[in-house]
């Protein structure tokens, strides 16, 4: 039996040579240290775990939530996050949605607004759910290059004007996945006016929003005139609170917009766990006290792994947001694929290629932060004396 072609419309594995590199070095025994996948590494806070068993001893939250966008104190506890650390008013009835993590959410509201031939302004490089999502919903994904003399911002007055007026939605995902830039009130202040010009959404990932160092503070693109009319925000516990695996998050922005994402869903989903939910409220209580030693944390790492990198010949800024440093591919390597195979096989380190997050992604490469084992710092020195003594030379 063939599968669906929309299936079949996925690309293949990007990166195929690098995990049969590493199977071959697990079959020997040998584990390498991987910068690979982001995945928060510090364990979900005590009181946040604390909260999930109280509520979870209550019956009233085992069945469905049926109120469809979240429980209502739910939706207050973000409102009120969103007031304190945005200085925004969002209305908890009809401006929040409870979501299973932000991943879901930008699934689905592409479900919600892309028919067969839509356009979609998607950035590039890029998280892969913008643009398989789009193109599972046969809509026609338009990358917008992120360079790194603009920022990693996208250059919006070079989008073609045949493409604006046909483009639906705009993704946007500051702080960015993979190039950890940071965008500021006047880029968002730029893209409302652009969304408004050419009729369209505008779907900002705010999955990194507080994962911010050096006095660095991300804002929210409903901050500025505009924003709530035209963009749905998606914003996630998974990284804040070290939160991947219980999958809640939420998003926030006009009526019309959220309306939409809640009527897919509930067609798809049957809402977070109620339990879940409570402990979310808790999670934001205490945010101030989480957000400082995860951003410490955070940053002693980045300074580690910036400064090892430019030991060894590259000239990296240290990024302001995320857990990723995205550094350009030594010259001498044909492709981020073959510098990544190299380091895989001559240091036992992974790395992502760029490549993988999408055409403008290639010269460059991906390391997360978020490693495993009890000596994270220790781990990135052991790499970057690895990368130095075996692969001599790199920008030589």
């Known amino acids: 039996m063939e599968v669906a072609q929309r299936l079949q419309r996925i690309p293949p594995y990007p990166f195929r040579e690098i995990a049969a590199i590493k199977r071959e070095m697990q079959s020997r025994g040998v584990e390498p240290i991987d910068f690979g996948i982001g995945d928060p590494d510090l364990p979900t806070p005590d009181f946040i775990i604390e909260a999930l068993y109280q509520a979870a001893q209550d019956p009233a939250t085992h069945p469905y939530d049926e109120s469809g966008f979240g429980l ?3 939706k207050q506890a973000i409102a009120d ?3 304190r650390r945005f200085g925004i008013e969002v209305n908890p009835e009809g401006e929040i949605q409870s979501c299973l993590g932000s991943k879901e959410a930008l699934a689905h509201i592409i479900w919600a607004y892309i028919d067969p031939s839509d356009v979609v302004l998607v950035p590039d490089p890029a998280y892969s759910v913008y643009k398989v999502q789009t193109t599972w919903c046969g809509g026609a994904p338009f990358p917008m290059a992120l360079d790194a003399e603009a920022g990693f911002l996208p250059d919006l007055a070079a989008i073609p004007t045949p493409v604006a007026k046909a483009a639906k939605l705009m993704f946007l995902n500051y702080p960015n996945n993979p190039t950890g830039a940071v965008a500021d009130r006047e880029f968002f202040q730029d893209a409302v006016a652009f ?3 050419w009729d369209l959404l505008i779907v900002q990932d705010a999955a990194y929003c507080e994962v911010a160092f050096d006095g660095c503070e991300p804002p929210s693109i409903l901050e500025v005139p505009g924003g709530k009319e035209r963009a749905i925000e998606m914003h996630s516990f998974s990284k804040t609170f070290n939160m991947t695996g219980w999958r809640i998050a939420w998003a926030w922005g006009g009526k019309p917009q959220i309306e939409a994402l809640s009527k897919v869903k509930s067609n798809v989903d049957s809402g977070t766990f109620m339990a879940i939910q409570r402990a979310g409220i808790a999670a934001l209580a205490g945010y101030q006290q989480v957000v400082a030693r995860m951003r410490a944390e955070y940053q002693a790492r980045r300074d580690t792994l910036v400064e090892g990198l430019n030991s060894l010949g590259w000239n990296l800024e240290k990024p302001r947001a995320t857990f990723y440093v995205w550094a350009p591919v030594p010259p001498r390597f044909a492709s981020s694929a073959d510098f990544c195979a190299a380091l895989l ?4 380190v992974l790395a992502i290629p760029g490549s993988a997050y999408g055409d403008a992604g290639e010269g460059w490469f991906r390391m997360s932060l978020t490693l495993k084992g009890p000596d994270r ?10 990368m130095g003594e075996r692969m001599p030379g790199l920008w030589d």
């Open 72 to 74: 209502p104190e739910y």
């Open 81 to 83: 996050f969103g007031k």
């Open 195 to 197: 969304a408004e010009k």
């Open 345 to 348: 096989r001559d240091c036992e």
């Open 377 to 386: 710092i220790g781990q990135i020195q052991e790499a970057v004396r690895r």
